[in-house]
């Protein structure tokens, strides 16, 4: 079965960091694209990052951009993302997900069951 | 900030067919990057409906069905059933923007 499972979200201070984490299993991990993606609480869906296959290529939303970092480690097929300089508008629940196609313009299956961050005083 | 746009709401009685709308620009949709969907029952994950504009994965009923035109998509549901009722979301690419974007959001609502 394909799965993918997050963990790591917690309550953190403004201004604090998080990592969130993504086990996956069920498929080649090796030579998918991975997303994260979250979900302010009522809110819609927003794309957060994305990666390929080797970690050489890394894209980010702006407002994260110089505050997160994506990363993965293949030989334990897990996913990473390192939050840093955490502001109130990044709670949300985060999940990961495969893009199924590689690259631009794909699309995302399977998802994650998600992880909450809640970025409050 | 959403540059998909889509209803806030469809409701329709059990049976009917309604259709949910995904607005796009020359810069996703109508620069031929395909449109997906996805369901999402509040409270769990996203579930991937349609890709590539009208296809679906193996388990996702046919009553559901998509199309592209233009800047435009839309997702049908023919046959509404109960268990329809969710939250629904297109998601294609911007390349204006480098990034995946997803459509604001659509309630399913049987009457």
């Known amino acids: 079965e394909v799965q993918l499972v997050e963990s790591g979200g917690d309550l953190v201070q403004p201004g604090g960091s998080l990592r969130l984490s993504c086990a996956a299993s069920?498929?080649?991990?090796?030579?998918?694209?991975m997303n994260w993606v979250r979900q302010a609480p009522g809110k819609g869906l927003e794309w957060v990052a994305n990666i390929n296959q080797d970690g050489g290529e890394k894209y980010y939303v702006d407002s994260v951009k110089g505050r997160f970092t994506i990363s993965r480690d293949n030989s334990k097929n897990s996913l990473s993302l390192q939050m840093n300089s955490l502001r109130g508008e990044d709670t949300a629940v985060y999940y990961c997900?495969?893009?199924?196609?590689?690259?631009?313009?794909?699309?995302?299956?399977?998802w994650g069951q998600g992880t909450p961050v809640t970025v409050s005083s | 900030q959403s540059v998909l746009t889509q209803p806030p709401s469809v409701s329709g009685a059990p049976g009917q067919r309604v259709t949910i709308s995904c607005t796009g620009s020359s810069s996703n949709i109508g620069a031929g990057y395909g449109v997906h969907w996805y369901q999402q029952v509040p409270g769990t994950a996203p579930k991937l409906l349609i890709y590539?504009?009208?296809n679906r994965p193996s388990g996702v009923p046919d009553r559901f069905s998509g199309s592209k035109s233009g800047t435009s998509a839309s997702l049908a549901i023919t046959g509404l059933q109960a268990e329809d009722e969710a939250d629904y979301y297109c998601?294609?690419?911007?390349?204006?923007?480098?990034?995946?974007?997803f459509g604001t959001g659509t309630k399913v609502t049987a009457l």
């Open positions: 998601q294609s690419y911007d390349n204006s923007l480098s990034a995946s974007v």
């Open positions: 997900a495969r893009d199924v196609n590689g690259g631009f313009g794909s699309w995302f299956d399977p």
């Open positions: 590539g504009n009208s």
């Open positions: 069920g498929f080649t991990f090796s030579t998918s694209w």
